[in-house]
């Protein structure tokens, strides 16, 4: 058999934009069907997505549904809301106008480019996904090349589901996704690192193509004295471990108030047995690192400060057990980049203000969690932080909320996605006045008025 020419990204992107121009994509009953098929789809072949995972991240099933129930979920969401979203607005129009009417129109870009990340591989390429059809664009879609099983099995689903005039899914590393970002898409979407992000920007510039920013960085968790320390304790660890501390919006570090310190770490070191049994590495549940790069990075981090819980690491397996550090510095390294990784270290603060002020001299972060029962200190963290997000009393939870929009601030990003707003985001706002022939009003025509000429 002859081997198949590599698909030209120009063609496909000429493609996508004579189908965009029918205007078949804009068609509301048209974009209920694709979201219909793409969840049947997922659901389909969640065996193989399950695989995928497993094999880039060890993922155990439970936290391989975890990542696939939220996509299902927000088609869900969605198709239940979808025709209201599309509903153009009525908005006011000044008497001197009349007789006539005011609307805004969501219009779609057209065609959209999706460059999705390594460590929701699947999720966070869906989800943006879901928001692109709703607003009714053509899509192509550059799965991570790190996760490379799940990337095959996305490039396989969709281009079994869809065609490739319509939704095209392209594999490749970083030359790939540069040949793609010099081309001229109407939009991009894009998950990654904060300086990737940058590079996405600057290539954007170049066309002046619209962009969404996922970013990432360092999100702290603050705990205050007065809070429920068991729960507190079972809600950081859950959300710093899973996936093996490689979530984006996974607590980076901890500010705990002294006072509760000693307690607070005795809980998370007995919540991680309980969750991950005395031996994590036998446990089912708990993720690898996702390659050797990552693997000494973050290896590289542990000598900082001192190991309180977890620290051993195996690099055959790439493993690096659930691990918490005391006695950090800000500047050592693991205090200046985003550690993205299971290891949690624990600075100590002695007043609010002090946690606000460390938090405020630092770049914005995407989360920003804070555990407390009072009330007055609640508002306090609101009104004095900047984040794209904020969790109180608990960790990563705000983003399984559809009716929350999610994104980051200044370096964690720009542009909001899940829900509405990622219908919107996908969207554009097309002003429409709409003029009747009834009667015409005189006051803009020459020659002046007699009053506007005497002044
Ligand atoms: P990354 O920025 O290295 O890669 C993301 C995508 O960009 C990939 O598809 C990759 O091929 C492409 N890419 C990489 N280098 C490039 C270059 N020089 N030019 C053009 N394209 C390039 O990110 P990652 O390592 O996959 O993910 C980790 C980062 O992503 C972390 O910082 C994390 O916080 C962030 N993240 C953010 C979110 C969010 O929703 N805000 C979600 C997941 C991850």
Partial sequence: MLAQPPVRISNILEQQKQFFRTGKTKNIDFRIAQLQKLKQAITENQPAIFKALKADLNKSGFDAYFETVGILKEI???????????????????????????????????????????????????????????AGNCVVLKPSEISAQSSGVIAEIIGKTFEPSFIHVIEGGVEVSKELLSEKFDHIFFTGGTEVGKIVMSAAAKHLTPVILELGGKSPCIVDENTHLEYTAKRIVWGKFINAGQTCTAPDYLLVHKNIKEKLLNRIDKYISEFYGNIPSKSPNYSRIINQKHFFRLANLLKYGKIVVGGETNLKDLYIAPTVIEQVSWEDNIMQEEIFGPILPVLEYTDLDEAIAIINERPKPLALYFFSNNKQHQTQILQATTSGGVCINDTVMHLTIPSLPFGGVGESGMGRYHGKAGFENFSYQRSVLNKSFLFDQKWRYYPAPRGQKKR
């Fill in 76 to 134: 869900d969401y969605a198709l239940k809301h979808i025709k209201n979203w599309i509903k153009p607005q009525k908005v006011a129009t000044p008497y001197h106008q009349f007789p006539a009417s005011s609307h805004i129109y969501a219009e779609p870009f057209g065609v959209t480019l999706i460059l999705g990340p390594w460590n929701y591989p699947f999720n966070l390429v869906m989800t943006p996904l879901i928001g692109a059809i709703a």
